[in-house]
């Protein structure tokens, strides 16, 4: 994704690339997961993870490539393509949720602070649908700040950094480029 030069300025310094040389192409949520779980992170650590199962198209069944069966039953005004792309959310989500387990698991879950976000919606016309919400998700678990201070404006991912920057009371000339959203206006 080409975000080696962000990440530095961002002061993020080790970024472990996962593309898959054999099947040139990014690898799956599941093995990408798999892979970061076998990291040594000298702690305390920072570690941002760009999942890629979401990305692509919804044309085909997810599931039914990998083998499995989709756990749901869609209505039937649902378009297949909006069927397999909430296939896709589900199979993300069971990766992050599996990925939480192991922090819980080796002792650290509780002194991380957890933030889940999406960098942007499906591209218009991917879903073959007409109303499809297109807030983007944001989850900070384990802050320990109350969830009145935070303000509950629309957000996009480059509110992150200046939010981060907030929440850990760092002092810094450049704030990235968005807002936080620990601030008014």
């Not at 397999?84 to 959310?89: E, G, M, R, T, V």
Request: charged share 25%; net charge negative; hydrophobic share 35%.
């Amino acid at each position: 994704w080409h975000q080696n030069e962000a990440n530095i300025k961002y002061g993020i310094d080790n970024v472990i690339d996962f593309f898959n040389t054999e099947t040139d192409s990014w690898s799956d949520d599941e093995r990408l997961f798999e892979v970061l779980k076998k990291q040594q992170l000298r702690q305390p650590f920072f570690n941002v993870i760009l999942t890629i199962s979401m990305h692509g198209t919804y044309n085909y069944d997810f599931f039914k490539d990998m083998g499995l069966k989709s756990p749901f039953i869609y209505p039937k005004e649902y378009s297949a393509e909006f069927c397999n792309y909430l296939d896709k959310c589900h199979f993300t989500d069971m990766q992050i949720g599996k990925y939480l387990e192991h922090l819980k698991q080796k002792g650290v879950y509780d002194n991380s602070i957890i933030i889940i976000t999406s960098d942007h919606q499906p591209k218009q016309g991917l879903l073959n649908m007409e109303a499809v919400d297109e807030a983007l998700p944001l989850i900070i678990a384990n802050s320990g700040i109350p969830a009145d201070c935070f303000q509950c404006n629309t957000i996009n991912q480059i509110d992150l950094y200046p939010t981060l920057l907030d929440m850990f009371n760092i002092k810094s000339e450049w704030r990235g480029l968005g807002y936080s959203i620990l601030r008014d206006g």
